[in-house]
């Protein structure tokens, strides 16, 4: 603040209005800033969304969406699925308006840009914190690029924070974003019962004594039913069916602390999200093992869990992150068991979050760090750059090798005038094209049926390949020959020619995932 002697005249005779000047002065250069920062992050984001190739469980939620003709058939799919309604139901009336699949990358763009709002706004944190923080792997790259649930997760759990904290709240609105997130991915149920916790239980409490009259506190109860309202609503969406096939889980059948352990071990990537892919053999084998229990990871792990929550200064922050963290990682070992990064992008939600409480519980007010204040914002600096500095590099392997090439085919295919013929999709990844192709349908050879989205059943088998009957029925009555997209691997020369098939096209030069290669076959002419 300038001295007295520095302001000018009528400043110096109308001190508060020479404050009050100043202050709004400050407000603006901040809010320029911020704004600046906003506007970098979408064009960047913006270019980063349309060089993206959709990969097939992208496209499977905007298929579903798509062609789902009521809400009673949708909710039925979904069950299929595993995840709540409220992503599919974003993206329900985009997909029936236009069955462009930019539609989706536009809406989660959106939300993106949104969270990086919500972050770049909360003036309370430090200005590298935010600006590392907005530019990180999930909310940039793994999230922001890739449109899937997770982007609308983390924006409603964002946003029901910000919702709490500061003087002025609005905790009626916080409960709906709640009970939204809760509807739009089942692993966001520990965050958000957190949450609440924290809001609205923990502030009630100032002894053992008090934890029995929160029954009877009526904010308490219109929470309570609220939000297990809204988890009555999860459950039955994603309640399985008797035949379904959970394919991705590990092999094996192993207890419930097994599986913590297990998912434990795995979210050291939460925070530094390196990809196995990139490391020497020995280095993966020792923090990410396919499968399996790992002592180092677990060891690095726990110890990024306990230098955070040490670096946290108030207790605040410190018993959400614990509490949060310790919830999650039981969904975790309750559901996906070994975690990819997308879900793992939660955990990194949980910090993030954190992060927001500790700034406003801190506001002037003592505290007692368990870290020196370098070391404390060193170690959080130094993650949020890890993660930055990985959102770089992803953007620009991205940028030159895409991660599938069913953008590619499906260019490729209208160019050649083949999208109109009959086609036959070995597996599920050759679901991307039909995505891209903006077809009705084509024939499934993993349930022997004609459709546009897989179905996990028991009816499916997606490591089934095409047969002579499979080539019979798919075409039908057309006149144009059958054409045959197989992914991963090309078919044994003497099989295609058992089918009739002759190999007319292979993609696979560019991709960064071993099955976004193609192969496209045609029927032979008689």
């Known amino acids: 603040m300038p001295e007295p002697h520095d302001l000018p005249l009528t400043a110096a005779l109308e001190p508060e209005s020479a404050a009050q000047s100043l202050v709004a002065q400050d407000s603006a250069h901040k809010g320029a800033f911020e704004w600046s920062l906003l506007a970098i992050f979408a064009l960047l984001l913006a270019f980063v969304t349309a ?16 062609d789902n003709h009521s809400l009673f058939d949708l909710f039925r799919s979904l069950r299929y699925e595993g995840h709540p309604a409220l992503w599919y139901l974003v993206l329900y009336i985009p997909a029936h308006i236009s069955w462009n699949p930019l539609s989706m990358q536009v ?11 919500l972050v770049l706004s ?9 600006l590392l923080a907005t530019f990180s792997f999930f909310i940039f790259y793994n999230y922001g690029a890739i449109p899937r649930s997770y982007m609308l997760t983390m924006l409603l759990l964002t946003a029901a924070v910000r919702c709490l904290l500061g003087e002025r709240q609005h905790r009626k609105l916080a409960i709906l974003f709640l009970a939204l997130s809760i509807n739009t991915h089942i692993l966001a149920v520990p965050i958000a019962a957190t949450i609440a916790l924290w809001a609205f239980c923990l502030p009630k409490i100032g002894g053992w004594k008090d934890i029995g009259k929160l029954i009877w506190d009526a904010e308490i109860r219109v929470v309570a039913l609220v939000l297990l309202a809204s988890l009555a609503m999860a459950y039955f969406t994603v309640r399985p069916p008797a035949d379904i096939t959970v394919p991705l889980l590990p092999a094996g059948h192993h207890s419930l602390a097994y599986n913590i352990l297990l ?19 020995t280095l993966r084998e020792l923090l990410d093992p396919a499968d399996h229990l790992s002592l180092l990871a677990s060891a690095l792990s726990f110890a990024l869990f306990l230098g955070i929550a040490a670096a946290l200064r108030t207790s605040q922050a410190r018993c959400f992150f614990a509490a949060a963290w310790i919830l999650e990682l039981i969904a975790l070992a309750a559901t996906v068991v070994d975690p990819y990064l997308r879900h793992l992008g939660l955990c990194f939600t949980i910090l993030l979050l954190a992060l927001m409480i500790d700034a406003y519980a801190a506001s ?10 370098l070391l404390s914002s060193c170690l959080i600096l130094s993650i949020l750059a890890f993660q930055t500095a990985v959102a770089i590099f992803a953007t620009v392997s991205a940028g030159t090798h895409p991660y599938s090439e069913a953008k590619d085919v499906a260019i490729w295919l209208k160019q050649q005038g083949l999208d109109k013929n009959p086609i036959v999709l070995d597996g599920f990844y050759p679901l991307a094209v039909v995505g891209y192709l903006e077809r ?20 499916s088998d997606f490591g089934r390949s095409a047969s002579l009957d499979d080539i019979r029925i798919a075409r039908g009555a057309s006149p144009l020959p ?3 997209l197989h992914s991963d691997k090309k078919l044994d020369q003497a099989d295609a020619q058992k089918l009739g098939l002759v190999e007319i096209r292979s993609f696979g030069a560019n991709r960064t995932a071993s099955h976004g290669s193609y192969t496209v076959y045609e029927q032979e002419k008689p």
């Open 51 to 66: 060089r993206h190739e959709l990969w097939s469980d992208e496209l499977q939620a905007w298929l579903i969406a798509r």
């Open 107 to 117: 809406i989660n763009y959106l939300f993106a840009v949104a969270e990086a709002w």
């Open 122 to 130: 909360t003036r309370k944190l430090h200005w590298p914190v935010r």
């Open 263 to 281: 998912a434990e071990g795995r979210t050291w990537k939460a925070f530094l999200p390196a990809s196995s892919s990139y490391m020497p053999t």
């Open 364 to 373: 002037g007010k003592p505290v007692r760090a368990r870290f020196p204040q």
């Open 440 to 459: 009705p349908s084509a024939y499934l050879t993993s349930c022997r049926c004609f459709g546009s989205f897989a179905v996990w059943s028991t009816k």
């Open 482 to 484: 059958v054409i045959l």
